[in-house]
């Protein structure tokens, strides 16, 4: 590995992996809107495009509701169906689904755990939806259901329904026309990329710059501030630049990690 070349005691990039939280203003701006909408038990949005770190920040956002004790439930909702969804749902809230529930009754369960703290209770909750657009139509309609039901009298859910921009139209005009707010992450400008670069090598261990002025520049314009992108092109180049015996990192073996991976300049 390229560790002991640049003085790094892991990888700083996670092999390309979802890169760790890095909190930019989009990153903030959304986790306080986020934190509004679980105080004043409403229901949102949150879009991304592919890659700019939407489950990276639910997982950020479940962890923050669960350090303040509210019960929180994440999933994705991909390939689910809707007794999986319930069932699902249910086990992490700790209402004892059975195995033997079907759909109707774990919808019961979740409804009348509802009745039962209402408005105000600590016991109200949060449910974070991934991949909602890949959500089956009657998944869909099960949340719609849920969202309703949970909007008045006395809210004691919020729903963060979490997908790209392109797949919050398959969601539907009337589900979409239930949430109360929408929240857009955008990608990291490269003031805040460079802060990440920075916060990951030095978490992993490095004691000096590896990536020069210019291959920062290039690799915020051919990443397009997208931080799974970013994270595939540092480690590749730390790599590449590691295998030629390279001390920094240049524009040019910037370029060469992009045309290594044959990527287009377009975010995904």
């Known amino acids: 590995m390229y560790y002991a070349h640049w003085g790094l005691q892991r990888s700083p990039f996670a092999g390309g992996d979802a890169p760790q939280f890095f909190a930019g203003e989009s990153q903030t701006e959304a986790l306080a809107r986020l934190r509004y909408v679980a105080e004043q038990r409403r229901h ?28 929180t439930a994440t999933m994705t909702l991909a390939g689910l169906s809707p007794r999986e969804f319930l069932w699902q749902t249910a086990a992490q809230f700790a209402l004892g689904p059975k195995s033997s529930d079907d759909a109707t009754q774990l919808f019961r369960r979740l409804t009348d755990h509802g009745a039962a703290i209402g408005w105000g209770s600590s016991g109200a909750a949060t449910l974070l939806l991934d991949d909602a657009d890949q959500a089956g139509a009657d998944v869909r309609q099960q949340l719609l259901r849920l969202v309703s039901l949970t909007s008045s009298p006395t809210p004691w859910l919020t729903i963060v ?33 460079i802060g990440y ?36 092109l540092t480690d590749h180049a730390l790599l590449g630049a590691a295998a030629e015996g390279h001390d920094a990192i240049d524009a040019a073996m910037i370029e060469a990690a992009h045309d290594a991976l044959n990527w287009t300049t377009t975010a995904g």
């Open 44 to 71: 949102a949005l949150l879009t991304a495009g592919r890659g700019v770190g939407k489950t990276t920040l639910l997982r950020q956002f479940a962890e923050s509701c669960r350090y303040d004790g509210l019960p």
């Open 197 to 232: 670069i920075q916060h990951a090598l030095l978490a992993a261990g490095a004691e000096q710059p590896i990536f020069d002025d210019e291959a920062l520049g290039a690799l915020h314009a051919l990443s397009d501030g997208v931080p799974r992108k970013i994270n595939r």
């Open 161 to 193: 329904l979490a997908t790209t921009p392109s797949g919050a139209r398959r969601l539907g005009d009337e589900l979409l026309d239930a949430l109360d707010l929408r929240i857009e992450l955008e990608p990291w400008t490269e003031p805040e990329m």
